[in-house]
């Protein structure tokens, strides 16, 4: 009989007359149809009391439907109990679904929609008794008592290729239901893209999350995971009471036993306290990351500061040095400024060493840098290129003016001991190599210093503690 409707119903020429026959043939169907029809939801002035009327009050989508829904039931109660599926509870889902999604349809004003919601929320996990009938040992098996959906629909596709959702679609599909109940179907274990604004597919898309409310073990659970599409609390528990008030008649109608009513206010008090502790719980993540990001940052810093500075004098590192010699080589050769470079390198700085020991040598090193700092302006770069050989850029300074600089450096280190303790006095002097990009004419940072070395060298080689810069 059911078989015969569905080709009725899909067949655009049939009409209404002959789908009404087919259905009266089964006179228990007739009455839950017309029983439905006049339940508190579809109620008008006058009640339904032929199928006639039902039938046009529920639409013909619903009724199709229902009817199946109502001979699934009787046909499956058979082969399912045996195998350990839970009948009972499966068609509880699938009601409290239906009547769900028709609520929340009715709340977000997809009031045209309730036919087809109620059908597609009805059906979205009829893929689970197809599932079920092709190995019932094994799916009881695969499923267990699994009431999360999420979870069954993982097992499903790792298992068979398929989850329900998608059984279930292809199912409604051969039974000529329409394109967007198929689609809803196959959808209905999606979440909702948007919180705030929901179409009717939407609503069947949280139904089956709404249903757990009541059935699943962990009722609060569900209820905090709706909780971005159910924010307003006065419209979240009108909406359950609503769907508690349509259940039992709904599930007397198809011989369903109605599932507990639950306790509204306790599990809203739950569900609130998990929300709660979801959100401490973010926020002491966040608090731990925040921490975990300073320790990084500061960290970072520390090496961002190693890399840059020379440990024992703190002027600039040699690898700095070179990072800035380029930057300020193609800013010169840009802005057709001077950049001029000046290498010194301190004389006999072995002797010190092996005459007063390193710790003397260091403190020589550490005093001539604070020598350099006390004469060069504040916009030059001075940095230690390797044991006692420095660097100094000049940006901006011409031959000359770098001469003149390298010079008061020279004259100072002549008249003023760079190390004076315990009655031991040093005095160094250095040799010094100057080099000036723009009138000099070089190609590359590293001509550069070649040259500078090659002077300062030229210095060393012409007796010591003089300055050459061509
Ligand atoms: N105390 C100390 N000595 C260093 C440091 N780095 C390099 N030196 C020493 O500097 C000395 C450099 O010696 P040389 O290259 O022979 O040069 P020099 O004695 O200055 O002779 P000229 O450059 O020819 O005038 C070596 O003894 C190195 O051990 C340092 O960080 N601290």
């Keep these: 009989m059911i078989q015969r409707v569905i080709v009725l119903a899909a067949d ?3 009409r209404l007359q002959q789908i009404l ?3 009266q043939n089964d006179p228990a169907l007739t009455a839950r149809l017309i029983s439905l029809a006049n339940t508190v939801y579809y109620t008008q002035a006058k009640p339904a009391d032929t199928l006639r009327e039902a039938v046009e009050r529920l639409g013909l989508d619903t009724t199709v439907s229902l009817a199946l829904g109502f001979s699934l039931v009787t046909a499956s109660q058979g082969n399912a109990r045996s195998t350990g599926f839970d009948l009972q509870h499966f068609w509880q889902r699938a009601l409290i679904s239906a009547i769900a999604a028709q609520e929340l349809a009715t709340q977000r004003r997809q009031g045209n929609e309730l036919g087809p919601v109620f059908t597609a929320a009805l059906l979205q996990d009829i893929g689970m008794l197809a599932l079920n009938a092709v190995d019932p040992l094994e799916y009881a098996r695969l499923i267990g008592t699994l009431d999360d959906h999420d979870e069954i629909a993982l097992r499903e596709r790792t298992h068979f290729g398929a989850d329900h959702a ?7 599909g051969n039974w000529g239901l329409s394109a967007q109940c198929r689609e809803w179907i196959r959808c209905s274990h999606d979440r909702p893209v948007r919180e705030d604004a929901f179409g009717a597919g939407d609503c069947v898309m949280l139904s089956g999350r709404l249903a757990d ?4 073990s962990d009722g609060h659970r569900t209820l905090a995971q709706l909780a971005p599409w159910l924010s307003d609390e006065k419209q979240r528990s009108e909406l359950l009471s609503s769907i508690q008030s349509r259940l039992p008649h709904i599930v007397a109608l198809f011989e369903v036993t109605a599932p507990n009513a639950f306790d509204s206010p306790r599990l809203l008090m739950e569900a609130k306290q998990l929300l709660l502790d979801r959100a401490l719980h973010l926020q002491s993540q966040l608090d731990h990351q925040s921490q975990e990001l300073k320790a990084l940052q500061a960290a970072n810093w520390n090496l961002d500061r190693a890399l840059r500075y020379d440990p024992l ?3 600039y590192s040699r690898q700095y040095l070179l990072s800035l010699l380029e930057t300020h080589f193609e800013e010169a050769n840009r802005s057709s400024q001077e950049l001029s470079m000046v290498f010194l390198d301190l004389d006999h700085f072995k002797q010190i060493n092996d005459e007063h020991g390193h710790p003397v040598g260091d403190e020589v090193l550490k005093n001539f840098a604070g020598l350099l700092v006390e004469l060069s302006d504040p916009d030059v770069h ?3 290129f390797g044991g006692e050989e420095f660097m100094v850029l000049l940006p901006g300074y011409d031959r000359r003016k770098a001469a ?3 010079d008061h450096i020279c004259n100072t280190l002549r008249s003023r001991p760079l190390f004076h303790h315990r009655g031991i006095t040093i005095q160094v002097t250095a040799s010094v190599g100057i080099v000036s990009l723009r009138e000099e004419g070089y190609s590359s940072p590293d001509e550069l210093i070649h040259k500078a070395d090659q002077r300062m060298y030229l210095s060393k080689r012409t007796g010591r503690n003089r300055v050459t810069h061509e």
């Excluded at 998608?166 to 409604?172: D, K, M, N, Q, S």
């Excluded at 409310?213 to 699943?216: F, K, P």
Aim: overall charge negative; cysteine-free.
């Design 313 to 315: 004098t703190q002027l």
């Design 12 to 14: 655009p020429d049939s």
């Design 166 to 172: 998608e059984v279930g679609a292809w199912l409604a």
């Design 404 to 406: 003149d600089y390298a």
């Design 21 to 23: 026959d087919v259905l």
């Design 213 to 216: 409310i009541w059935l699943a």
């Design 382 to 384: 001075l940095g230690r």
